[in-house]
């Protein structure tokens, strides 16, 4: 499966971006898919994840309230939609793909990785 993700750019603290993912097969829809970051000098970090159906998802503690992830698997796709946005955010975001059923929280148990695309908040 490739991802490419997209959406991605610089914006004032208080804004809002939506990333989009979008896979390259239909077999996207059985995936979970999740959203990452990673900041310079730090971990990637989970920020969002989201099962095949959307029926489940998690959240970092950092950005409940304020992003939202989502998917259409008509589209091939996965979003998140980030409002309210701090210069904290500030990172490049990664989707990925696990065949699990259920979203993992760990990195390393995803199997297929999107490019990245930053995002840059301003204060």
């Known amino acids: 499966v490739q991802l490419q993700a997209s959406g991605g750019g610089l914006v004032q603290a208080g804004g809002s971006l939506r990333l989009s993912c979008s896979a390259s097969?239909?077999?996207?829809?059985?995936?979970?898919m999740g959203w990452f970051r990673q900041a310079p000098g730090k971990e990637r970090e989970l920020v969002a994840a989201i099962s095949w159906s959307g029926g489940t998802t998690y959240y970092a503690d950092s950005v409940k309230g304020r992003f939202t992830i989502s998917r259409d698997n008509a589209k091939n796709t996965v979003y998140l939609q980030m409002n309210s946005l701090k210069p904290e955010d500030t990172a490049v975001y990664y989707c990925?793909?696990?065949?699990?059923?259920?979203?993992?929280?760990?990195?390393?148990?995803?199997?297929?990785w999107g490019q990245g695309t930053q995002v840059t908040v301003s204060s």
């Open positions: 097969e239909p077999t996207f829809s059985s995936y979970s």
């Open positions: 990925a793909a696990d065949a699990a059923t259920r979203p993992s929280r760990e990195w390393f148990l995803y199997e297929y």
